[in-house]
Nanobody, 125 residues
């Protein structure tokens, strides 16, 4: 199996930046699709970004496109989420996840098989 551990969350002011990391261990494969999701208090878990090595493509929610960037370092078995121009509405627990079955829709949380524990991101106004 694959195990995921997120890190890099914290408290920042609006307009600031954070870089989240998702370290993978176990049966890692660069061909696995990876995604980032977030969940704010009282809201459903929502898609943020995803990366597919086999498709050589990245995907972003409209709310973060142009501000967030997903990328990976295969040598370190780590996927990153660079978050710039942060807004208070970005406040949430952020989760990384791995798709082991080459799902078609990477914006759907049900496409992912294993999840990290989450890391808190808080953006103050």
């Amino acid at each position: 199996q694959v195990q995921l551990v997120e890190s890099g969350g914290g408290l920042v002011q609006a307009g600031g930046s954070l870089r989240l990391s998702c370290a993978a261990s176990g049966r890692t494969r660069s061909t696995y699709n990876m995604g980032w999701f977030r969940q704010a208090p009282g809201k459903e878990r929502e898609f943020v970004a995803a990366i597919s090595w086999t498709r050589r493509s990245t995907y972003y929610a409209d709310s973060v496109k142009g501000r967030f960037t997903i990328f990976r370092d295969n040598a370190k078995n780590t996927v990153y989420l660079q978050m710039n121009s942060l807004k208070p509405e970005d406040t949430a627990v952020y989760y990384c996840a791995v798709d082991l079955t080459s799902s078609v829709d990477l914006t759907n949380s049900r496409s992912y098989d294993t999840w990290g524990q989450g890391t808190q991101v808080t953006v103050s106004s």
